[in-house]
T-cell receptor
Framework: NAGVTQTPKFQVLKTGQSMTLQCAQD?????MSWYRQDPGMGLRLIHY???????DQGEVPNGYNVSRSTTEDFPLRLLSAAPSQTSVYFC???????????FGQGTRLTVV | GQQLNQSPQSMFIQEGEDVSMNCTSS?????WLWYKQDPGEGPVLLIA?????ELTSNGRLTAQFGITRKDSFLNISASIPSDVGIYFC???????????FGKGTMLLVSP
């Protein structure tokens, strides 16, 4: 099993550009989430989904959109990139709410 | 929202030493998880705890779910250079709440 796969691994954007970070899992997990990791801030929850068609906001949702059309995929969209969104983004999945989460390898995003 | 206080922020130790780190919360947690993150990688689950008082080992790692349900600790015995990384605690509070992560403990091991 591949587990949780994120693409791309690295990305540089100009301010104002939009892009989609891809996340796919092959463990048939219902729960998926997106985190951002910044130095000294730990992992902060952006958006999460408890199943196909259901999404909700986390701690830091502004500037990001998500959708969940299938169990496997949970893309994160940056609508208009800002330098404050320079970060490492992690996608995670778990069987249910609050249980063991499995993480992807991360996407390192720089907005200039 | 719920917050976790993880300490220490960083540790620099000699190979062979034992290490202890902990997380505390002002509210009750139902689940405690401990993760390790290697440089350039995503966090990897080390130990999961689901019951108050539970003590679980994974090789040289031992973690405990505090009796009060407001804290957890992780011990690493006889540290080796590959233990270097950032260790995160994570917990789920009561009800259907999402995981909350601590800010991490950076561990450096000198050979």
């Amino acid at each position: 099993n591949a587990g949780v796969t994120q693409t791309p691994k690295f990305q540089v954007l100009k301010t104002g550009q939009s892009m989609t970070l891809q996340c796919a899992q092959d463990m048939n997990h219902e729960y998926m989430s997106w985190y951002r990791q910044d130095p000294g801030m730990g992992l902060r929850l952006i958006h999460y989904s408890v199943g196909a068609g259901i999404t909700d906001q986390g701690e830091v949702p502004n500037g990001y959109n998500v959708s969940r059309s299938t169990t496997e995929d949970f893309p994160l969209r940056l609508l208009s990139a800002a330098p404050s969104q320079t970060s490492v983004y992690f996608c995670a999945s778990s069987e249910t709410y609050g249980t063991e989460a499995f993480f992807g390898q991360g996407t390192r995003l720089t907005v200039v | 929202g719920q917050q976790l206080n993880q300490s220490p922020q960083s540790m620099f130790i000699q190979e062979g030493e034992d290490v202890s780190m902990n997380c505390t919360s002002s509210s009750i947690f139902n689940t405690w998880l401990w993760y390790k993150q290697d440089p350039g990688e995503g966090p990897v689950l080390l130990i999961a705890l689901y019951k108050a008082g539970e003590l679980t080992s994974n090789g040289r790692l031992t973690a405990q779910f505090g009796i009060t349900r407001k804290d957890s600790f992780l011990n690493i015995s006889a540290s080796i250079p590959s233990d270097v990384g950032i260790y995160f605690c994570a917990g789920q509070g009561e009800g259907y709440s999402t995981l909350t992560f601590g800010k991490g403990t950076m561990l450096l091991v000198s050979p």
